[in-house]
């Protein structure tokens, strides 16, 4: 089912994305609704599936993950069972924050939140690389994140 944003909708997402604790009667205010059509308006955007949760953003470093590595993984073959056991294995390892299938050279790019080198190192070696199928797994570190938007365009 294909929903309709509209601008009034935008500005709602716009809004929740910055603070998705902001009261109904602050949201209401803020794209010019009065707060009962706000708060339909609201529900339409959860129930189908525009806005499909509400999350906290956890800065990295104040909760002790100094660490931010992006990996490439790259399989031996792509086949869609290969692909599927790859996605249902690392979705176990809490080390990975996000994972997503890539097209081009590489197969999946990861991110991985870990406290030291040390515990990555140990992440690469206990868990990732005992995977099978593997055929290329490149590490690159985050310096500092100069973008960080939780918000539409």
Request: glycine share 6%; aromatic share 8%.
């Amino acid at each position: 089912m294909e929903v309709t944003i509209d601008d009034i909708d935008r500005k709602i997402l716009r809004a929740v994305c910055e603070d998705g604790r902001i009261s109904i009667v602050q949201l209401a205010d803020r794209v010019g609704l009065s707060a009962t059509p706000c708060k339909r308006r609201l529900r339409h955007l959860e129930d189908s599936g525009v806005i499909s949760g509400y999350r906290a953003r956890i800065d990295r470093k104040a909760a002790g993950f100094g660490i931010t590595a992006y990996v490439s993984v790259e399989l031996e073959r792509q086949d869609a069972d290969e692909v599927l056991n790859f996605q249902s294995q690392v979705a176990l390892f809490e080390e990975v924050v996000t994972g997503t299938l890539m097209t081009g050279a590489q197969d999946f790019l990861l991110e991985i939140w870990v406290e030291s080198l040390e515990e990555f190192e140990s992440f690469l070696q206990t868990k990732l690389m005992r995977l099978p199928g593997l055929r290329v797994v490149r590490s690159r570190f985050a310096l500092r994140k100069f973008v960080d938007r939780t918000r539409i365009p």
